[in-house]
């Protein structure tokens, strides 16, 4: 059996019907950017997470980017950002022209808490925590570090659709939420998407002037602004996606357990849950010092992984102006040696499932 370590076309089959009809009214419409569909699904998301206002941009990166200038963040600032996180976390940071001050993560992958405060300096002015492979952050003591140090709270959002921690969904913490619709997360569109939620009229008022040219008013250019708009197609399509994100995310999770009760090989550490949070398992990651043997033996048994990552940002080439260097975060770089992302996606089968699981228990 070929087992690839994503498919995303078993997300797009269950609701067809649903998809091809919003699809083909965008289409026979005559309005395909920024739109009455933008502004519904930008009202819909909202509701889904709690916050007031979601404003709809072109991907996550862009999300990300908006969100710290909104914030004034600026050259000769520091933002405390996870070291063992995708590199557009990153990038959000340093288009800004401010610096990262990476922290290591803890034994969920997630911004190590307690080891922030020391990353503050008088320099520092935002924290932003990535809620990797759909765990929630440990909210409670980040929030409250933010708080006593006066610093802005922004969370990466792309992989923690539907998360929460102690009750409350993630994005909905600090002072802005960013997220990714890229397809393959878990709330993805059929293109590059974004949204960014938040609890501040003018953040958000600024942000839809920001996405928009730099423009409020139609031709009245206020600030350079970016061209990072969300078309209609894709909103459209996030609006019937996003009426089935926690039956997907449900899913996914019978789906994990599946994998946490079948996985039996003491050469292979399986993920764990943080108390008071939750996961929509955007990835399923173990761990294991054998990793790339393992990648070798699944290879053979037609079964596809993926490293989430292979470089940290900070051993990257685009950040060696920062100067980083081997063994800086070494629990970054053990997580980049060991960690491996099984196949995992809607609409996968038993038998599948378990040809993965019989493999790995003989491995
Ligand atoms: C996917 C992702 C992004 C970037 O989103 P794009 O839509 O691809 O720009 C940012 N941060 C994290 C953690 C991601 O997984």
């Given at each position: 059996?070929k087992i690839?370590?994503?498919?995303?076309?078993?997300?797009?089959?269950?609701?067809?019907?649903?998809?091809?009809?919003?699809?083909?009214?965008v289409?026979?419409?005559?309005?395909?950017?920024l739109?009455?569909?933008?502004?519904?699904?930008?009202?819909?998301?909202?509701?889904?997470?709690?916050?007031?206002?979601?404003?709809?941009?072109?991907?996550?990166?862009?999300?990300?980017?908006?969100?710290f200038?909104?914030?004034?963040?600026?050259?000769?600032?520091e933002?405390?950002?996870?070291?063992?996180?995708?590199?557009?976390?990153?990038?959000?940071?340093?288009i800004?022209?401010?610096?990262?001050?990476?922290?290591?993560?803890?034994?969920f992958?997630?911004?190590?808490?307690?080891?922030?405060?020391?990353?503050v300096?008088?320099?520092?002015?935002?924290?932003?925590?990535?809620?990797l492979?759909?765990?929630?952050?440990?909210?409670?003591?980040?929030?409250?570090?933010?708080?006593?140090?006066n610093?802005?709270l922004?969370?990466?959002?792309?992989?923690?659709?539907?998360?929460?921690?102690?009750?409350?969904?993630?994005?909905?913490?600090?002072?802005?939420?960013?997220?990714?619709?890229?397809?393959?997360?878990?709330?993805?569109?059929?293109?590059?998407?974004?949204?960014?939620?938040?609890?501040?009229?003018?953040y958000?008022?600024?942000?839809?002037?920001?996405?928009?040219?730099?423009?409020?008013?139609?031709?009245?250019?206020?600030?350079?602004?970016?061209?990072?708009?969300?078309?209609?197609?894709?909103?459209?399509?996030?609006?019937?996606?996003?009426?089935?994100l926690d039956?997907?995310?449900?899913?996914?999770?019978?789906?994990?357990n599946?994998?946490?009760?079948?996985?039996?090989?003491?050469?292979?550490?399986?993920?764990?849950?943080?108390?008071?949070?939750?996961?929509?398992?955007?990835?399923?990651?173990?761990?294991?010092?054998?990793?790339?043997?393992?990648?070798?033996?699944?290879?053979e048994?037609e079964?596809?992984?993926?490293?989430?990552?292979?470089?940290?940002?900070?051993?990257?080439?685009?950040?060696?102006?920062?100067?980083?260097?081997?063994?800086?975060f070494?629990?970054?770089?053990k997580?980049?040696?060991?960690?491996?992302?099984l196949?995992?996606?809607?609409?996968m089968?038993e038998?599948e499932q378990?040809?993965?699981?019989?493999?790995?228990?003989?491995?």
């Amino acid at each position: 059996m070929k087992i690839t370590a994503n498919r995303l076309d078993r997300g797009f089959e269950r609701y067809q019907e649903e998809f091809e009809e919003a699809a083909l009214k965008v289409l026979r419409s005559g309005w395909y950017v920024l739109g009455p569909s933008v502004e519904k699904f930008e009202q819909e998301f909202a509701s889904y997470t709690g916050v007031k206002y979601a404003v709809g941009v072109a991907s996550g990166l862009d999300a990300l980017i908006l969100a710290f200038r909104v914030l004034g963040i600026k050259e000769g600032d520091e933002v405390i950002v996870p070291a063992n996180t995708y590199i557009a976390s990153v990038m959000g940071v340093t288009i800004n022209g401010a610096t990262p001050v990476f922290v290591e993560p803890d034994e969920f992958h997630n911004i190590d808490a307690s080891r922030i405060e020391e990353a503050v300096t008088e320099n520092t002015k935002a924290v932003l925590v990535v809620h990797l492979y759909g765990q929630a952050c440990e909210m409670d003591r980040i929030t409250e570090i933010c708080r006593k140090h006066n610093l802005k709270l922004v969370e990466d959002c792309a992989q923690s659709h539907g998360a929460k921690y102690n009750g409350q969904m993630t994005g909905t913490f600090g002072d802005i939420g960013c997220f990714s619709l890229y397809p393959s997360k878990n709330l993805g569109a059929f293109g590059d998407g974004g949204a960014i939620v938040t609890n501040g009229e003018n953040y958000a008022a600024d942000l839809k002037m920001l996405r928009n040219y730099g423009s409020r008013k139609r031709y009245y250019f206020e600030e350079v602004g970016m061209n990072s708009r969300l078309d209609e197609m894709q909103a459209a399509l996030l609006s019937v996606r996003l009426k089935h994100l926690d039956e997907l995310n449900e899913e996914r999770e019978m789906l994990a357990n599946r994998y946490l009760t079948g996985i039996k090989n003491g050469k292979i550490i399986l993920p764990i849950i943080r108390k008071n949070a939750t996961t929509v398992w955007h990835q399923f990651v173990i761990t294991t010092s054998k990793r790339d043997e393992l990648i070798d033996y699944l290879k053979e048994k037609e079964i596809g992984s993926i490293i989430h990552y292979p470089i940290p940002p900070h051993l990257s080439e685009c950040y060696r102006n920062l100067n980083y260097k081997e063994g800086d975060f070494p629990v970054t770089e053990k997580d980049a040696h060991e960690v491996l992302s099984l196949p995992f996606y809607n609409g996968m089968t038993e038998e599948e499932q378990a040809y993965v699981i019989d493999a790995l228990n003989r491995f």
